[in-house]
């Protein structure tokens, strides 16, 4: 299985409607909106690499207000317990805020 994240610079009046909408194509695992210089970013779960183009460039940069992506594939993915306790974190930490 590979893993890719696509980050989505979107127009600002269209982000809701493309993370829904993104979030619908196959192989598309999550969407998430975002802080920072891109708007989405959508975490793709392959078979095989040749669907990239699927998603990617027939898919996403297809619909209109997408300004641009930029694709980053995953080599390792750690232990999910490394990554709870991360995430975890975060959230005890702006529980005590």
Sequence with gaps: ????FVL????GNRIAAL???IAELPRVAEVYSVTG????????R????DELDDVVTQGILAMVG???????LA???YPKRLLDAGFALGIE???DS
């Design 66 to 72: 997408v300004e641009r992506t930029e694709t980053l």
């Design 8 to 11: 989505i610079r979107a127009q």
């Design 19 to 21: 993370g829904e909408a």
């Design 1 to 4: 299985m590979i893993t890719a």
């Design 37 to 44: 210089p891109y708007d989405l970013v959508a975490v793709l």
């Design 75 to 77: 080599f390792r993915a």
């Design 93 to 95: 930490n702006s529980r």
């Design 46 to 49: 392959l078979k095989e690499l």
